[in-house]
């Protein structure tokens, strides 16, 4: 990067660009680029390149890069994929600070495509020049009329231009999004296709804007996480600017994450995965397509961590108001119905409703004076944090009746999120020039919401080393995992390590019954070789047990040579839990509870959360594990405690914090949760390194 | 009802209406109904009732029913609510067939609205008239041009006819369905507000328009299952006709279950119990409002029972394709790949593609003869049921590339849905016209995929004795319980009924140990109230667990008089399942399995069906139960005997058909499951009489 140019105005605003690989044909995709920079009236200098015209489009062409009279600030290379990296080459050499690849053809598992990756990363690492792509549709800055794409939705004339900013893997995203907007009246200031972000991630090019004063918010379609750092950073910048960012992520199905690797040559993570990364980072994860679209403006609404929001709904048609607090509820939303003291004054303004869940204005009449008077009432009633006003079918033509009330009440300090029953653009235009977030459709609405209180404050990155990829992967042993949780602070069963040759029976610290387990890094999961005899009652019996061991592993795993055993008490508890770290490729660290069992696994039952986490974050965590009620006092049963639950995961969490030993993976695996006030014991730790 | 006059004619083709308490100000509501009738120049004899004036809007009024010169064929009564009764009795007496009401305040929860109720039962049931609502908003024959409503989306005057017949709970929707239909190309046949149902129910109001040739499908908005046994009877009629229903139903919330009972006085079923019934019916549950609106063309198309269906997706645009299989996928439905014969079909004509889920034809162009092959090649490849072309940016302005091609296969024996990804109302236009099912999100393209596919064919009604309501509500003992097991074919374990006051241990027709339990009807959760003791090992350990019951039952229910116990071997096997029956009071008799043990309630991991099923319906339930996976050979385990489980659920749900006992519920729980070939074995059951 040139030190007088920042990455933001190359990319976005460059003051002079190469299109190489130009065509002459406008109906190409390579013939667009420059047919768009014209028609957006682009005031910078554009430079076609092509190696066999001297003009293109009507106007010269160069035959090469290095022919240019001046060193263009980006450059969009739109030839195929071998001449692209050429292409590359030639920007390097000449200083261009920022070059965009359309081609495709750059994928890790085909080996052609792996050896052009490892050119262009190292063309980067060599330069420094900045790369977006492969497989870039193109960078379009709306403001400055910078239109370097040969996304076809570019054609359009009549482009709004906005204060959002969009940025997606799917090139064609990028032209849906604009036209889905238009039709919802949300304009852009930019959008980006991202391609594969061999070197600028999506994370990367959204941070480049942040001090940009002309964006407000940001829209990210996401088919992957790679490079889910950089997101993570630019996430934390964007909510200490105040500027919201809601993104739709595919891979709520398996087939579309193993879609998703194919597509993009990355990894696909697990979908609560994603969800939580997306969540801890304070971006909003639109479910519907609708959601993304026309959810911004009330995300923009509702602060960060606002999971304990309170709906409340007035309506002026009962089936239409059902099918909104149907939603909201279902996607776990608290709908409430008015306080004695906001009913009382609903009945002094003249409006009488019955006390429910849902303010029903339907006898009170859809006249204006009455749903604005239960509006203002409602917005400076304590107990809503939200208040979804529902329209039925006088929206569509006497706006007026109940539209405009909600139109007049855009000032109010309370958010308001309206959806429109019948099929009433000119209502839902109406509703959104004066500000107020509206939604087509009862699921769009509450996806909007949920996904605005799903939101959570983003924490800072905790600065830890960079764990060695690949390094040796080694697994702890019984001992070495346990002498970890000790560092960690975390409650463990006692145990004894006895030679597997002992001739006689240990003395041992504690009674019995014990439990007997072959200990060796080699063995990951006991249970499945036989390496685990429970409850066994004396000295002799313990000799048997280790005999039975050594002769099960002899036999299933002869490579394994049982050296050790490990002898713990038997200890019981009111439950069990799960309790898991993991350093993600992408993501980085995750902290994991669960109930355990075969259960966890068939309901995927379980709560993550960035790591490290404190208590509170914690106890939110058991809260969310179904199973884990169980232990809270479930219909009269005893509870557990769950305070020392809480306490192991926060305890866990801080690997995050650790560089030293570098873990990757540990899982402690049964947690015993006893009576509340009695703590929690770790029975059994898996921990594997980097 | 008189002879000369069907319901349908009375109720949708009425030669002559009244409308009792017409408004001379036509802004009121009761000021519509005449208003709505002149506007689209309906063609028989209309008679505005109006007590007080002579003239309303301009025509002449008459002052009572009894002054009419005729006998209307169908009265609209849209006086306030005591008026309205007044008005009912009046028709009845007059002999008018069919009246329809449209106040409020006939609710079972007030005790005016009770009275009320009550009255026009009565009348119904004194004269035979057959009355709409009340708290209807109206009954709409388009063709015929009966506007008798006073829902204000009638005013429109550019009404699009067609031929689906919508009925529904919320007189609002009924006007939403009218204006979100013609927006996506839907006309209506007629549309009913059917409100509180007091007499004739939404199933008789369809059933009544099945043998009008003008209507061919049906669209349904449900609040309640009240009377569901005459929405089932005729969603029997319209599968024997062909004509296919897609519904929409309230309550995937315990918030709107909570709101519909104050709303409609109804009871609230649990929602599985209706997606249940809706399936077993052959009827479509569309899920989101826009797979309501625009599904019907999709599900007209898939076959009932097509639960295996397998859909293929072609692509200019892999994100937004991307976006359908997600959803698709998620929603249970199997998205595939096409097989190597048809690669190599693909291939011949031309068309590279990568083998992998999804035909993507990026690289292949979006052009005309492209698309239309690759088409022409998926719909005639046998390995695909459906085929969803996903189309992305040239839809909206370039049709002919990659819309087109779609249209022009609207001929193909197998069926179509586009999803098109940007902005595009006239490509969904086009499609639409052309008969092809078009979405414009991917959550209302797979919503009514699923809704379509999750039909099953709707079984005969089993013809069996209304059970006595309220009847004795008595539990059986398990003894008692134990012989109705007997009856029904299910294994079950040894049991003896041994006296509490016994002095010496009984012999036993079994060996120890044993399970000893308290013997009373009037006990149902033994366990609760220390009623069990289990692996009692001797003689003398059962007098003493006799004794200990007794102690703890006259401790804590001394009510009961504790006469008998039950001793049982103790048995075991793999696991356990659940089985239940019950008899909805509006749904009927259903069949349960589960899994059994809190995991149920906490995850609500059930599968049920309408009562009776067969052994292949059984296979089914357990295939859904997802704790049940752990019998089927999970993870290497030993399978359960499965067949035993699904003869079980068979027996159980032959109570269906059994008229003595008239039993309401019952309950094996739990049902041991042995390893397959050993049977399944029953160890305690709960049933209850009506």
Known sequence: ????????????????VAIVGQSDDAAKTAGRPLKYLRQAGYRGRIYPVNARRDMVLGEPAWRSLGALPERPDHAYIVTPTDGAVVAVEDC????????????????????????????????CAETGIRLVGPSSLGVVNLRDRVLLTANAA???????????????????????????????????????????????????????????????????????????DTLRAFALAAAAAGKPILAYKLGRSAEARELAVSHTGALAGEDDMADTFLADCGIGRADTFDGLVEGLPLVARIPLGASGIRVGVVTTTGGGASMAIDRIAASGIAVIGPSATTLARLAKAGIEVAPARLIDLTIAGARYDVVKAALDIMLTAPEFDLVVPVVGSSARFHPQLAVQPIVDCAGAAKPLAAFIVPEAPQALELLRSAGIPAFRTPEACADAIAAAARRRVPKPIVARKRIPSPGSGRLLDELEAGALLDRLGIARAPAAAVAAGVKTAPELSFTYPVAVKVLSPAIAHKTDVGGVVLDVQSGTDLLAAIKAIRGRIAAQRPDVPVERVLVQPMVSGLGEALVGYRVDRDMGPLVMVAAGGVMTEIYRDRSLRLAPVDLAEAHAMIAEVKALKMLAGYRGKPAGDLDALAGAIVALSRLARMDDPAVVEAEINPLIVRRAGEGVLAVDALVKLA
């Open 154 to 228: 570019f054609a359009e004339t009549d482009i709004r231009v906005g204060r959002i900013f969009a940025a997606s893997h799917s090139g064609s995203l990028i032209g849906a999004l604009l036209s889905r907007g238009a039709a919802c009246g949300i304009g852009f200031a930019g959008l980006v296709s991202v391609g594969n972000e061999v070197d600028l991630s999506i994370g990367e090019i959204c941070a480049a804007t942040l001090d940009d004063p002309n964006v407000d918010a940001y829209l990210l379609f996401l088919e992957t996480m790679r490079k889910a």
């Open 92 to 123: 390097a050499r000449l200083g261009v600070p920022v070059a965009t690849i359309l081609a495709d053809g750059f994928t890790e598992s085909d080996p052609d495509g792996a050896t052009r990756l490892a050119r262009l990363r190292g063309i």
């Open 1 to 16: 990067m040139t030190e007088s140019l920042t990455l933001r105005q190359a990319l976005l605003s460059p003051r002079s």
